[in-house]
């Protein structure tokens, strides 16, 4: 009761330094506070359509950040998931080509899940095989792993798989709809998506609580040379995080490929991996916290898409409330550390 | 003519560096200090944003810039903060930063997309510019090109000639030990972290006010941020290698628009993902080396041993491990 009392406490705390820190640049940016957040809050939760918009975002956040909490808990920063996201949107994009002519096109379908967590688990395997053998840090590696696939979208959308005729920044052509994973047609809603969504927190859940992975992740996370004395490998438990947190991003790639956008873009990822980052530390790398985060980082996401329409300012509100969030909660955790420090002093 | 086209090529690389630049030395000092600033990206969007906003609001250039180098400084300052004397992780604030210095850019700097504002004028140098090629080259830009061309040259004396480059060598390699000697590590790094971050702020404001003049969203200088952070790696954490590699990136860019005409299907911005490849690539030199039986093997093969001698160099010894004394 108490620990539960503290920590709503530093939520509320939280909570209104981050709402004046966004009151104060909505006034500097001349737009009305409280009409902003009414848009925000109907454009995400104002009817079923919207909500199921919101879910198609928390959907590949949450599936980013279910990957990201295995390296966190070995103590790695992966913040090469945006270009493990791409790289499964890449290898599902390829198989689901195949697909186009074939009379099976339910079987592509499905490889396309194995093939998009297969790129990812990949372009993560490659980040952690440099961290552990050649001596790269993680966030060299992953961030110049990133910008390496950025590099390759853009030449396979601009050259091998362009559309016939025109290549654009619009991406490849649109699959036939056989290959669309079913959607509820009213609110345009996959539920594979959903599901695998579910399922990916309940998995990871499971898997950090109770197996041995879990176990020896944290050892090491918590102890890296103690674990090693114990006999537990580093490296290998170091690769394996890796890639259940690349498997994971590259799933959410092949849900952007084959249940929105139904074709390869430029900006397939749409920033989510990054933003999983976010959510995965503001959730303090809590299993059960961060689907919540993530459901209301989409609706802000979501949410400020009616803002440029409606008053005119940018739409990337969002994205300063999302990091003030996380700012605000790492000032409040040092700021008490430091006080109960001081207590201990005295 | 072709000369004349060459020229024009080489001047149009030594203009473009200057924005990257400006931010590859900044983050070279603060990094030289121990202290990774990872928010890059956003601090040199947000201040080419301010730069722009207050260059057109109050018409006088000089303002912009200061503008933006207090931004730069403040971003960092931030990043110091948080890590030196709150304990938090560097990385994570810088990169939480970067993410919300864009997003703020964009969305304060709304009102001033695509107008037409003021910009750096070209000033040349009297009698430098006179000499063939090369005064066309290096000395018939603006003060902010020569100012960055300066800055290269100062950072290095400063860095390797000066007892304060020493000094904050020193807490970049071995803060206990500086600290044994009197210094207080954590003021030395949130001083250079500062210096650095003006740097990058002056770096974001020369994108608005020279090379890609005005704001939008899309402004152009995205990703620049992140290409700066590799060019330190790049450099080896040198100020002379670093700016040689932000020149060959400039070069590269440059490159693109023409290799463009020749390879139509390969879209320019291919071309600029080369220095993320080169960076991972650098880092795994600069282990390899260290190694007892890999420069056993390098140690009688002549090209082998420049090779690595290129791209050799070491990380401050404690980069991103803050000294807390207790």
């Given amino acids: ?21 966004t009151t104060l640049i909505l006034l500097i940016a001349g737009a009305p506070p409280f009409a902003a957040y009414y848009h925000i809050f109907k454009g995400s939760l104002g009817s079923w359509s919207k909500i199921a918009h919101v879910i198609t975002v928390w959907i590949p956040l949450t599936l980013c950040a279910s990957g990201l909490l295995y390296t966190f808990r070995i103590g790695l920063w992966n913040i090469g998931v945006e270009g493990q996201m791409i790289m499964g949107a890449i290898f599902s994009t390829a198989l689901l080509r195949f697909g186009i002519e074939s009379h099976q096109p339910a079987v592509f379908l499905g490889l396309s899940f194995f093939a998009g967590a297969m790129g990812g688990g990949i372009w993560a395997f490659f980040a952690g095989f440099l961290k ?22 853009l030449y396979l959308i601009f050259g091998p798989w362009k559309r016939p005729g025109v290549a654009s920044m619009s991406g490849t052509e649109v699959f036939p709809q056989t ?13 594979v998506g959903l599901v695998l969504a579910l399922a990916a927190v309940m998995v990871t859940a499971w898997m950090l609580r109770y197996t041995w992975v879990g176990l020896g992740l944290k050892a090491i996370g918590k102890n890296q040379y103690a674990a090693f004395l114990f006999g537990l490998k580093p490296g290998r438990y170091m690769l394996l995080a890796m890639a259940f947190a690349g498997g994971f991003a590259g799933l959410a790639g092949c849900l952007q490929v084959a249940g929105i956008y139904h074709r390869l873009i430029p900006a397939i990822s749409s920033n989510y991996g990054y933003l999983s980052l976010l959510v995965v530390m503001l959730s303090n790398y809590n299993v059960w916290v961060a689907p919540g985060v993530a459901f209301f980082f989409a609706c802000l996401n979501i949410g400020s898409i009616q803002l440029p329409m409606m008053l005119r300012v940018d739409s990337s509100l969002s994205g300063v409330i999302q990091g003030a969030l996380v700012l605000a909660t790492l000032a409040i955790y040092a700021w008490q550390t430091r006080n109960k420090q001081k207590e201990r002093q005295n | 003519m072709a000369w004349l086209d060459f020229t024009i090529l080489m001047s149009s690389v030594v203009a473009g560096a200057t924005p990257i630049l400006l931010a590859t030395l900044g983050e070279t000092i603060t990094e030289k200090g121990g202290l990774i600033n990872l928010s890059l990206d ?17 018409d006088n250039l000089l303002l912009g ?59 040349q140098i009297p009698v430098l510019s006179k000499i063939p090629i090369l005064g066309q080259i290096f000395f018939n830009h603006n003060p902010l090109v020569y100012l960055s061309m300066v800055l290269i040259g100062f950072c290095w004396w400063y860095i390797y000639r000066t007892p304060m480059g020493l000094r904050l060598r020193s807490v970049g390699e071995q803060p206990r030990a500086s600290y044994a000697r009197g210094i207080d590590p954590r003021r030395l790094q949130l001083f250079y972290a500062v210096c650095g971050g003006l740097l990058v702020g002056l770096g974001g404001a020369s994108f608005s006010l020279y090379t890609k003049p005005g704001w939008g969203r899309p402004q152009g200088a995205e990703g620049t941020g992140w290409v700066a952070l590799a060019l330190v790696i790049f450099g080896g954490w040198q100020p002379l290698r670093a700016a040689i590699g932000a020149y060959l990136f400039s070069f590269l860019q440059v490159l693109g628009i023409y290799l463009q005409g020749w390879l139509p299907s ?18 795994l030199v600069m282990y390899q080396a260290q190694k007892e039986t890999v420069s056993q093997w390098v140690g009688d093969k002549s090209w082998m041993k420049t090779f690595v001698e290129v791209f050799s160099g070491a990380a401050p010894s404690s980069l991103g491990k803050p000294h807390h004394p207790e």
Wanted: proline share 5%.
């Fill in chain 2, 65 to 123: 810039f200061a503008a933006a180098a207090i931004v730069g400084a403040l971003i960092a300052a931030t990043v110091a903060l948080f890590s030196l004397y709150f304990g938090q992780s560097q990385v994570a604030v810088g990169f939480v930063l970067t993410l919300m210095a864009r997003d703020l850019a964009y969305f304060l700097g709304n009102p001033y997309s695509r107008l037409y504002g003021s910009q750096v004028t070209p000033l």
């Fill in chain 1, 179 to 191: 290959l669309w994973l079913p959607f509820l047609s009213t609110i345009r809603l996959s539920p």
């Fill in chain 2, 266 to 283: 390969v879209p320019a911005q291919v071309f600029q993902v080369a220095p993320f490849p080169l960076m991972i690539f650098t880092l």
């Fill in chain 2, 42 to 58: 956003g601090s040199i969007l947000l201040s080419a944003m301010v730069a722009f906003a207050v260059a057109f609001e109050t």
């Fill in chain 1, 1 to 21: 009761m108490q620990t539960f009392l503290r920590y709503s406490r530093k939520m509320i705390l939280t909570a209104v330094v981050v709402f004046c820190f």
């Fill in chain 1, 132 to 153: 552990t053998k050649g001596g790269v840090h993680e966030i060299f590696a992953g961030l110049g792993l990133n910008f390496v696939a950025q590099g390759i979208i």
